[in-house]
């Protein structure tokens, strides 16, 4: 510890033999050395403390000279020119932030732990002026959130407005979602996307700006005053207008969210809301002539989780809640878990014998049964049919097998049989030998593996630009073209080929009225998969979505003729608005550019006769009704396609009738910016930060759930969410990506070694380091005025860390006294003697039953004690005919007649 090297104990006794005398006079000389040493160097630098050990001193030394870069310890205080007291270091609390958030540990705890490391590494506690107090650092964290606050709003102004090369303008979104947390009361998260502000390459000009690393920034997981849509939408203003830059607010491109009709109406209200803020602001909102509509992208995530869920109802039927006796495969699923979770060591134990000389091998593993059909169920269906498959030397699978074992011993080794589990195994034991249970559970593993994980895959994936995911919003038509609909139009045509374990396990079956039954409900399950898909998939193929649809190499060109041909002909417009841009539209320079083009569009008119049948389909839903029709030209409008510097682009390809381009291409985005930039970058532009789908707010909900604690405040869990998921995520996923490089691609999981841990912690510690660079003190001066005042420590203690529940709290009671005003428009209040007069009649049970007492207890004797049953499990002899005597009287029974009988003849004696 103190740099010394070892000696042997033979120079050891020597140096405990010194006697006292010389070794008086070497202390001496060590304590003259160390006054020799401190007098020699200047000032107070590199003096040795007067109880210091000469040998630490001087490893100390050698440390600090000879390793680059390592020091003992650093000032973690400055003194403030404002007031010239200490004050934590702004990079030095980002550092504590991160321990903090990252390892969930408590404020009131930090500090003890601290000096617990400081006996660690420097051998001692920290001094005072080594460690901030509690309060310092809970005021701190505010700080910090206002800083990244403004960083986040330098990025946004470079990001977002009309910032492409041509001008179109880039929009940010939002995504909500609502839950339930500790207290029942409801949760209503908020995420928006940003951009991080770092470039990979300084040579990118302006033609990548949506190319860049897109974020996730939580704005909050707070409640919203009320639970409907209007209620979330005032609590959307209230965190975007904290949040948001009043120069990025107009560009709110729209929403992502779940397929419930209140969530699209809460992006509505917000955008609602938005619009008139800007208008009582003076802020120019409107885009291109328009005012504008909200973007609303519905989760396709959500969409994939209905259509597995409605086929695998229809095949297998649904699940009856709080019956745990039924015969179904998901029951199946629920009683496994049950049974192995009570004891999984003893439960894989029986496994392994029953396997022991097989050469085989299963390790269970269970979950619990979802009742909405996540890809959980599915992937635990297929492990229990791998289950099944395994045969042992005495004909049984291992499923059959374990369950008879679980029941002999009542499901656990010690103690008492457990009846439940008794029972339940043995109704897996019946179960595993259901031809019906078999199929059904060969339906869920293949409604995940063949359909739920090709499309969880795709939208897990990083779009072709980005290089995080969940904005592959441009590419989910390929998605939907390419896969989904074929997918299950094909499986109604082939079912089996498309479900071929399912059909293999069908086509086994002996009784044919069985196997008739079970192909039809594979049809109908097809055919209400397909129903789900169509149904929740509508508002891809309407305005503002359909556009997504122009890159498509077939149908793309397809759609733009028949667009062409309804602002023609169907739109009933004054002018030729959609196409030629009026004087006031103008945004900026690039519309005035002469740009040289073909003249002309694709034929829309099919003046030959001819109007294939693909385009006619495209033209009945794109004019089902005139609202649809309304919706397509306002569109159109809004993202800017009416505009002279993408015509003629737009004109090229709606002449495209044989494609150009593969349709089943790896990068579709990057072959149609290649031949079609500007429009590409019209498209972008509205879409590229847009989620494509809600996966981030669950996510949300899930840290919430494991960090928010009653007595936490609402405004340090939304900067601790806010923390994990738009800084940690990049330094976690860096940290990820070293051992993905080094991982053997054949093989399908590998654990990371020891050695990779420890690089990635280093590598933690110098991501730390790294961030921690933009907080200096000078960032304080570049602040805004007012933002320089809200920083400040005595303004963020004044305004107290609780102010977000203060702010729910008067919100909360405004409300409360609204609806009460309203409600006593339409009712009166109670009164005071028509409720004593309905108090007066009443009575307490107690009270009513208080003259029948004795009534109930003999009924309570003769439900317990005066029964056979009793009789039998007392002894013959003295203690039986005490029993009889005590219990008789109460039930009217004479004594007379049983004296002299034995306690056998008294058992057989009838009406005893």
Known sequence: MLGGTAISIAEFDAIKGIPKSILGR???????????????????????????????????????????????????????KHNNQKELRLDCAHMIRHIIICYDISLSKFAGLLNCFGCLLFGRPLRDDEFPSTSTIRLHIPRLTTIDRYFAALVDKETFGYTTKHGFAVLWYLITDDTVHLSKRKHHGVIRTGRYGEDDDDDSNDTDIMERQPRFITLTSSSAVGTDAEANANLNMKVMLEEIHRDVLPFLGGGTVDGAGS??????????????????????????????????????????????????????????????????????????????????????????????????????????????????????????????????????????????????????????????????????????????????????????????????????????FQSRSGFVTMGLPFLLLNFVVPFWRGAKDKPKEYFPRTGALIDELEDEELKKLKMEQLEAAIECGLEKVSKNTEQFFKAPLIFLLLPHPVEGPRILRMMVRIFKWDSDLDSDSPFDVDDDYIENEHDHVDIEREEGWGDWKHSNGTWPKEEKVWYDILSSDKETIADLVHYWQQLGLQRNCVRAELMKLSKIVVPTRDPYSKHPLKDFKEEFPIIYEALSAPFCFSASNSRIVEMLHSFARQCVREQTPIEFLAAKMRYLIDNEYQNRKDRRDVFKERADPTKRRQKAKHLDRKETQQMEGEQLMNSSMKYSQSILEELPDELKEECKIRNIANRGVRNAEKEYEEATNQAWEEKRTKKLQRTSLLTLDAITAEANKLKTNHDIQWQDREARKMNEVTKTVATKTHFNKVKAGDQFYDEVINVLPHIGKSLDELKKMNKTAMMKKGGV
């Open 263 to 464: 969530a699209r109406k809460e992006i509505i209200d917000t955008m609602v809301k938005l619009i008139s803020y800007c208008e009582e602001n003076e802020i120019d909102y409107i885009r291109y002539g328009v005012v504008p509509r909200p973007i609303i992208i519905q989760d396709f995530f959500h969409i994939d989780n209905v259509a597995i869920n409605g086929a695998s109802v229809i095949f297998s039927g649904d699940s009856e809640r709080g019956n745990s006796r039924q015969f179904h495969p998901l029951q199946l699923c629920q009683s496994i878990h049950d049974v192995h979770s009570v004891d999984p060591v003893a439960s894989q134990n029986i496994i392994n014998k029953l396997l022991a000389g097989t050469g085989k091998t299963y390790k269970l593993k269970t979950n619990r049964e979802r009742p909405q059909r996540w890809r959980v169920n599915g992937l635990f269906a297929l492990r229990i049919i791998e289950m099944m498959g395994i045969t042992l030397v005495n004909g049984n699978n291992l499923l059959t097998s374990w369950a008879i074992e679980m029941h002999l011993i009542g499901g656990k080794v010690a103690g008492v049989d457990c009846q439940w589990m008794k029972q339940t195994a043995s109704e897996i034991a019946v179960m595993s030998q259901s031809a019906a249970i078999k199929i059904s559970l060969a339906f869920e593993a293949e409604l995940v593996s063949n359909y739920f994980d090709i499309t969880n895959a795709d939208h897990a994936r990083k779009g072709e």
């Open 26 to 80: 070497k202390i001496k000389n060590f304590v003259d050395l160390k006054e020799h040493i401190n007098s020699g160097l200047p000032g107070d630098l590199f003096h040795i403390g007067k109880n210091q050990l000469v040998l630490e001193y001087v490893n100390h030394g050698l440390r600090y000279t000879k390793t680059s870069g390592e020091c003992l310890s650093q000032e973690i205080h400055f003194i403030s």
